[in-house]
Nanobody, 125 residues
Framework: QVQLAESGGGMVQAGASLRLSCKAS????????MGWFRQAPGKEREFVAG????????LYGDSARGRFTIDRDNVNNMGYLQMNNLNPDDTAVYYC??????????????????WGQGTQVTVSS
């Protein structure tokens, strides 16, 4: 199982950018789909973006499409989420996760079996 640790969250104003990082341990990271999810208070965990292990193909949730970019570095076991033009609705705890699939990107949290502890992103208006 992969161990994951997010970093890069913080408090920013609307319109700002943040780059989240996800450090993974274990060889399984390079053969696993990686996803980013977020969860705001009182809301369900929401799929933000996912990236396949081998092909590098990506999938984005509706709220992220056009503003966020997911990327990964399999050599260094790192994942990233570049977030641009942030708005208050993006305020949430952001989690990275990996699944047992290599290239099948799932939108549901149940499809992922390793999770980080999360990093808080707060966007003020």
């Amino acid at each position: 199982q992969v161990q994951l640790a997010e970093s890069g969250g913080g408090m920013v104003q609307a319109g700002a950018s943040l780059r989240l990082s996800c450090k993974a341990s274990g060889e399984a990271f390079s053969v696993s789909v990686m996803g980013w999810f977020r969860q705001a208070p009182g809301k369900e965990r929401e799929f933000v973006a996912g990236i396949a292990a081998a092909s590098g193909s990506t999938l984005y949730g509706d709220s992220a499409r056009g503003r966020f970019t997911i990327d990964r570095d399999n050599v260094n076991n790192m994942g990233y989420l570049q977030m641009n033009n942030l708005n208050p609705d993006d305020t949430a705890v952001y989690y990275c996760a990996t699944s047992r699939y290599r290239d099948y990107i799932r939108r549901r949290a149940e499809g992922y079996n390793s999770w980080g502890q999360g990093t808080q992103v707060t966007v003020s208006s």
